[in-house]
């Protein structure tokens, strides 16, 4: 029994150390990475539901390793959270984003997430202005979109949002109703929009639930006097009920996957997709 309990033990330790040996490597694949330019954004339209023009686009960023092909941000973003790369990663994500978006027509908004690290980072504030001003993007046609995690965040990170709020960004409550966020923090914080997350969408057709949780949020939007987008919409059965609901605003492969910027055809004014 000692030796299978030893035995186990030595398996769990080598487990253990492969790990850690693979996310080191992973951290500093990912500065190099960085510094040798191998990450691009990928954009994705979301639509006003009751005119079907494109609004703006949503900025996705990628790893386009040089062995490993294109790599999801499900599979990075996390690592650079945890060694704090997502700092300079999120600054060049909002450069890169910004400096696109300001060739766009007027009308088009851009969407970038932040990363709550990002935000608890004491250069965030300054880190949105200096991409603003260095590629001359109206601050009104930028969105910054969080997660509900943020509302758990300390007192900076939430004096940051307010600053970044009164610049004339729009800041965007991202996932809504995956997290532990209390509804009352919704009138407390700056949100101009709310995205009901892609779950909730998934499961629309089939869970008379789901139809009542996203009937309760856009309801609760409109009368705080936001904007409701649902992500992830795949089918037109799910964007009619979700246009029943009272939902203003979609994004999915419905309408248009995330391309490279070069892929898209960018209307000269808004257009219907
Ligand atoms: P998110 O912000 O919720 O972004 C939406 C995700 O849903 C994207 O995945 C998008 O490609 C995917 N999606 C869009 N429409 C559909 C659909 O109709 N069906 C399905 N199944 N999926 C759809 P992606 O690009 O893999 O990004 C995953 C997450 O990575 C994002 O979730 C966001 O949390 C994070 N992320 C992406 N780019 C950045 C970034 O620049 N900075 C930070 N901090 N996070 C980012
Ligand atoms: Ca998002
Ligand atoms: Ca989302
Ligand atoms: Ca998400």
């Known amino acids: 029994a000692k030796a299978a309990g030893r035995g186990t033990l030595i398996v769990f330790e080598q487990g253990m150390d492969m790990v850690v040996q693979d996310q080191h490597a992973l951290e500093i694949d990912l500065r190099r990475a960085l510094q040798r330019g191998e990450f691009e954004l ?9 005119s079907g023009l494109v609004c703006g686009f949503e900025a996705l960023v990628r790893w386009r390793h ?4 294109l790599i999801p941000p499900d599979r990075f973003i996390p690592l650079a959270e945890e060694t704090g790369i997502i700092v300079p990663l999120g600054a060049w994500v909002l450069e890169r984003a910004c400096a696109d978006a300001v060739t766009w027509p007027v009308e088009m908004r851009l969407a970038v997430n932040l990363s ?6 004491c250069g965030i504030v300054e880190t ?3 991409a603003l001003r260095a590629s001359g993007l109206l601050a009104t046609r930028l969105e910054l979109e969080v997660t509900e995690t943020v509302m758990l965040a300390g007192a900076d990170s939430r004096k940051s949002l307010q600053a970044i709020g009164a610049m004339g960004v729009s800041i965007v409550l991202d996932d809504f109703g ?4 209390s509804l009352s923090y919704l009138a407390e914080m700056p949100f101009s929009k709310i995205k009901i997350d892609r779950g909730f969408v998934a499961d629309l057709p089939t869970h008379h639930t789901s139809r009542a949780i996203v009937s309760a949020i856009t309801n609760l939007a409109s009368a705080l006097h936001m904007e409701i ?5 795949e089918t037109e059965e799910q964007l009619m009920i979700l246009k029943a ?12 996957r995330p391309r490279p910027i070069g892929d898209i055809e960018m209307p000269r004014q808004a257009k219907k997709v």
Do not use: K, S
């Open 42 to 50: 990928h954009y994705q339209p979301f639509i006003n539901i009751a």
């Open 245 to 256: 609901a009272g939902c203003t605003h979609a994004q999915g492969y419905y309408f248009a």
């Open 229 to 233: 987008t649902a992500e992830g919409v």
């Open 128 to 130: 949105v202005g200096g």
């Open 178 to 181: 995956t997290g532990y966020a």
């Open 116 to 121: 709550p690290v990002q935000l608890r980072h």
């Open 66 to 69: 040089p062995q490993q092909g």
